[in-house]
């Protein structure tokens, strides 16, 4: 990317380019984000019965029950945090790639994994934002009274103060971890077989191309971990949903009653939407949007 040929690193693009990245990708796929955290916290019942069958029929019930409208729902509280979110895991991955390069330009494959991992401080602020976000989306599923976001703030505030904002840290950390780790690695590196230019400058599709097969691919890996984190962190239950008092309970639980496939519920839409966000994600932030409103020349 354009930071790492640069002989000096600036902070500040790299965090406006994100926000800008973080805003676009969310508004192009969160109607898929509500309908992965609807069939994740699906039980299907002793006859088979289920709520949802597929992809397609979420959309379909959402969408007649709530209306256009109700595909966004939870969708505002996501955008304030997902721009800064987006804005630290690219800029300090950047950050530390540049600062980790050798003197010869290479990145080491150990490296790479230790700046991929140091960009993983975006739980702090994944976290409480996921946790707002299943509540809204949730909504609808259960047929409950919908409260608007400050109301579900409020409630999580009252009931358990402020570190009931982090219900779910820990997996939220681990699949953190774990994503950067995978898709910053896989992402560089299939980044480097792209073509180039006749002066050697990068094409944009690549940026694309390489976030959507890098997402995709760390996405459906890590979805054991967005499962349980997704039950988790889903305070309201529905008449024969379990309660899960931490990690090793609820995949124990989880995996005993459920079977392993329950594990992947949810699997394919995830892969759906993570991969298109880190892919629009990742060409916006290389088209250096901010480089351009600032008037700070680049090398790429």
């Known amino acids: 990317m354009a930071a790492e040929k640069q002989k000096t690193f600036s902070i500040l693009p790299k965090v406006i380019n994100g926000n800008i990245a973080g805003f676009v990708a969310i508004c192009c796929v969160f109607p898929l984000d509500l309908v992965k955290t609807r069939m994740q916290n699906q039980v299907i019942g002793p006859s088979g019965e289920r709520m949802y069958k597929s992809i397609l029929d979420t959309l379909v019930k959402t969408y007649k029950k709530d209306g256009f409208f109700g ?15 987006k804005a630290v895991k690219l800029s300090v991955n950047d ?34 934002m996921e946790l707002f976000k299943i509540q809204m989306q949730d909504q609808g599923r259960l047929g409950k009274a919908k409260l608007r976001t400050r ?14 904002f982090y219900q779910g840290f820990i997996p939220t950390w ?36 390489c976030g959507c097969a890098a ?34 309970d609820a995949f124990k639980r989880i995996l005993t009653k459920e079977g392993w496939r329950a594990l992947y519920k949810g699997g394919a839409c995830r892969v759906m939407v993570i991969a298109p966000l880190f892919g629009i994600t990742q060409l916006v932030y290389y088209l250096g949007i901010a480089e351009f409103l600032l008037g700070i020349k680049t090398n790429a």
């Open 95 to 128: 950050m530390f790639r540049f600062k980790l390069k050798k003197e010869d330009g290479s990145l080491p494959l150990g490296r790479q994994i230790l700046a991929a991992t140091g960009s993983s401080v975006s739980a702090f602020i994944c976290c409480p």
């Open 71 to 85: 595909m966004y729902q939870g969708a505002f509280i996501n955008i304030i945090f997902m721009m800064p979110e």
């Open 174 to 209: 681990i699949r953190d971890v774990l994503f950067s780790i995978i898709y910053f690695t896989l992402f560089f590196n299939i980044y480097e077989f792209c073509p180039r230019t006749i002066h050697g400058e990068e094409k944009a599709w690549c940026s694309l191309a």
């Open 151 to 164: 109301d579900v703030i409020r409630n999580i505030y009252r009931k358990n103060g402020f570190f009931g």
């Open 215 to 248: 997402g995709g691919t760390a996405a459906f890996l890590l979805t054991p971990v967005d499962v349980i984190k997704t039950r988790l962190q889903t305070l309201q239950k529905g008449q024969g949903e379990e309660t899960y008092s931490s990690v090793p």
